[in-house]
C-alpha cells in the first residue's frame, strides 16, 4: 500500500490515501475535542467551586465537544467506504 516504489513510481495508491485522510479526520479532532473539552472542563470546575448548582449544566457542556469527534469518525468511515 504505501511506498510501491521510492523511485519512479506511485508512492501511495489510492487506498493509502483513502487510509491517510481518515487518519488525519480523526486526529483533527481528537486534538480539537481534547482543547475544547480541558477549557470547557477548567472553567466549569470554576463556576462550581463558586456555585455547586451548576454541576449539570457544567457535565453537559463538558460533553458536547465529544460530538466533534463521532463527526470525525463519520468521516472518516464515510472516506473509507467510498
Do not use: H, Q
Not at 506511485?10 to 480541558?38: C, N, Q, R
Not at 451548576?54 to 458536547?64: A, E, H, Q, R, S
Amino acid at each position: 500500500m504505501v511506498g510501491e516504489e521510492l523511485v519512479g513510481g506511485p508512492f501511495l495508491d489510492a487506498d493509502g490515501m483513502k487510509a491517510l485522510g481518515a487518519a488525519l479526520a480523526i486526529t483533527v479532532t481528537g486534538l480539537a475535542s481534547a482543547w475544547a473539552e480541558k477549557e470547557i472542563g477548567t472553567a466549569a470546575i470554576g463556576a462550581m467551586a463558586e456555585n455547586e448548582g451548576l454541576f449539570g449544566k457544567g457535565l453537559i457542556l463538558t460533553v458536547i465537544p465529544e460530538t466533534i469527534v463521532i463527526f470525525g469518525l463519520v468521516v472518516a468511515l464515510l472516506i473509507n467506504s467510498a
